[in-house]
């Protein structure tokens, strides 16, 4: 195909938003970054006075290569299933609509299935070339590296085989605008000269090595670290991880307290995994899971006899756990009798089975959990006062998963690589809407919830394609924004959903007054929020004093 008309961009402008109260632009699930050109020509200026040329070109082809990868996804998605020309043209499309340069085609001739590609675009308006003639005059070679890494990136993606770019024309170096023309790399006679620019090795990655070399020797020198399996870098996180490994060097209770879901059974194993017991068992029970009348008989062990049905003597937890590590989960929900036993094996270090009468000693780490405040347990009288005492030597308090949300991209990618490899599937990650999501979320259920979305994420995601909002949650809309977008005519405006119509419709047909939809709409924007009045009135789009002096108009209005 020779030089072509660009198709209509309604549905790439589509995909573009803006949520300024959030602070975010997105295309489609991408999170975006509007920048000066300004900004990009200081990073210019750096890199190539600080590496050189070289390396600046280096780190710069590659930065645009990324990104015309990721366009090239995007083009799949959005015109899949048009024309081949029409879904190739995304890109430049899109080069164009994020501000790069104008592209202008000269003649396309390319066939995916023989790998055939043959191309060549005039650019104009480069931004990369207005900065440099700004920092550094006129150059003796064409200088639109990220650009030029953009189209290799894109048209590769897109082909499914490397395509190199060369800028044959740049406007830095004198002409009236840019030239481009991309061919797969062994149709080019030099093409060993250009393909280092793509690669990774490079001199900057060469010292990052040496850099890493150099902390690991370090590390030699330090005090080994226990290593454990759990995942996270936030504070809390690490407060309750230091107060777990310093508990290991020792026999001491520990009593884990925290959510359901907050993963105390992990921290549990983690806690016998790093002590001298490591070789021993470990044995977990959760006590809200039996009956009240086999309690006993599970942690103790029953004789032969001792009640219908008890054919055979059997030993119970604490024997099977005997040298090891014994973790009693919901312990809150013992009931009396089996605490009282329990208190005994704690001070005595033995035990009875039930309907016998020999003491048996036991060697036992104890390690309880529970999610229920065991203090007003006692002050109810549900929980004994003495073995409250008892189990509370060493409380270690597990933070819930909204308290640590800078650890969700931690947790995320470890979780991926799980479920993938469970699945046998192959994905490219999760967009960057989707991890925005998770990360807003409020997760009553925690680390347990979050490992079931990211497994229905992997299940629903398709092969070699990115896991979406939509993959995750079986309601995307609610975490979905609808904020300004760009329209037709390229100006920004508000793009609500049809949904919102269909609401006003609801609400103008259900006989309420504006001033009763108004304080429905305030005090469920208070509960939503936990009673943040700041968070509340962020969702309203008013200011904080504003829901103030409402809520007490409201609260006036009731009493009167």
């Not at 936030?234 to 993963?263: H, M, P, R, Y």
């Not at 490899?421 to 925005?436: P, S, V, W």
């Not at 005090?523 to 962020?538: D, E, M, W, Y």
């Amino acid at each position: 195909m020779a030089g072509i008309e660009y198709p209509e961009i309604n549905d790439l402008r589509s995909l573009v938003h803006f949520s300024s109260e959030d602070g975010l632009i997105w295309l489609d699930q991408n999170r975006m970054v509007l920048m000066h050109t300004a900004s990009l020509s200081e990073l210019r200026k750096e890199l190539i006075t600080s590496l050189g040329n070289e390396q600046a070109r280096r780190v710069l082809t590659r930065m645009g290569y990324a990104a015309g990868v990721r366009d090239a996804e995007l083009a799949r998605k959005i015109r899949g299933h048009q024309s081949l020309k029409d879904a190739f043209v995304v890109g430049p499309q899109l080069h164009m609509l994020e501000g790069s340069v104008q592209v202008e085609t000269v003649r396309l001739d390319m066939d995916i299935d023989n790998g055939k590609f043959d191309g060549e675009f005039i650019w104009h308006n480069s931004w990369e070339a207005e900065v440099h003639l700004a920092e550094f005059g006129h150059a003796a070679d064409p200088i639109c590296w990220m650009e030029l890494g953009y189209a290799s990136g894109y048209t590769t993606a897109f082909m499914g085989r490397f395509i190199l770019f060369k800028e044959v024309e740049c406007a830095a170096t004198g002409t009236n605008h840019c030239r481009i023309v991309g061919r797969p790399a062994e149709a080019w006679p030099d093409a060993d000269a250009y393909l280092p620019y793509f690669e990774e090795d490079s001199v900057l990655g060469k010292l990052l090595e040496l850099r890493d070399q150099v902390d690991a020797l370090r590390s030699t020198l330090c005090k080994n670290r226990p290593t454990t399996n759990l995942i996270g870098a936030s504070a809390g996180f690490q407060t309750a991880i230091s107060l777990i490994t310093k508990a290991a060097a020792t026999n001491v209770t520990v009593l884990l307290l925290g959510e359901t879901g907050v993963g105390k059974e992990r921290f549990a194993r983690t806690l016998h995994e790093l002590g001298a017991r490591k070789d021993a068992p470990f044995v977990a029970i959760n006590c809200a899971a039996l009956p009240h009348d086999l309690i006993e008989s599970e942690l103790f062990g029953v004789e032969k006899g001792a009640y219908t049905g008890a054919d055979t003597s059997r030993a119970g937890k604490f024997e099977r756990a005997d040298g090891g590590t014994l973790f009693l989960d919901e312990i809150g929900e013992l009931p009396a009798a089996a605490q009282a036993k329990l208190l005994r094996a704690l001070q005595e270090g033995e035990i009875e089975r039930l309907g016998g009468d020999q003491v048996r000693k036991v060697n036992v780490r104890l390690v309880a959990a529970t999610n229920v405040n065991l203090q007003e347990a006692v002050k109810e009288g549900r929980f004994r006062n003495d073995l409250y005492y008892r189990l509370n030597v060493y409380p270690v308090t597990i933070p819930p998963l909204r308290e640590r949300a800078s650890d969700i991209p931690l947790l995320v990618d470890a979780l991926l690589k799980r479920f993938t490899a469970l699945h046998d599937k192959k994905l490219m990650g999760i967009t960057d809407k989707a991890l925005r999501a998770l990360g807003d979320y409020a997760w009553p259920g925690n680390i347990r919830e979050l490992e079931n979305i990211i497994e229905r994420g992997v299940i629903l995601a398709p092969q070699h394609d990115w896991i979406e909002l939509e993959h995750l949650f079986t309601s995307p809309a609610q975490y979905d924004q609808f904020p300004i977008g760009v329209g037709a005519d390229g100006v920004l405006s508000n793009k609500a959903p049809h949904e919102i119509n269909d609401l006003a419709t609801l609400l103008s047909q259900s006989g309420r007054s504006l001033h009763d939809i108004e304080n429905l709409m305030i005090n469920h924007a208070v509960t939503q929020s936990g009673g943040n009045l700041a968070k509340a009135a962020r969702a309203l789009g008013i200011s904080r004093p504003q829901l103030s002096y409402r809520l007490k108009k409201l609260s006036d209005t009731s009493s009167a």
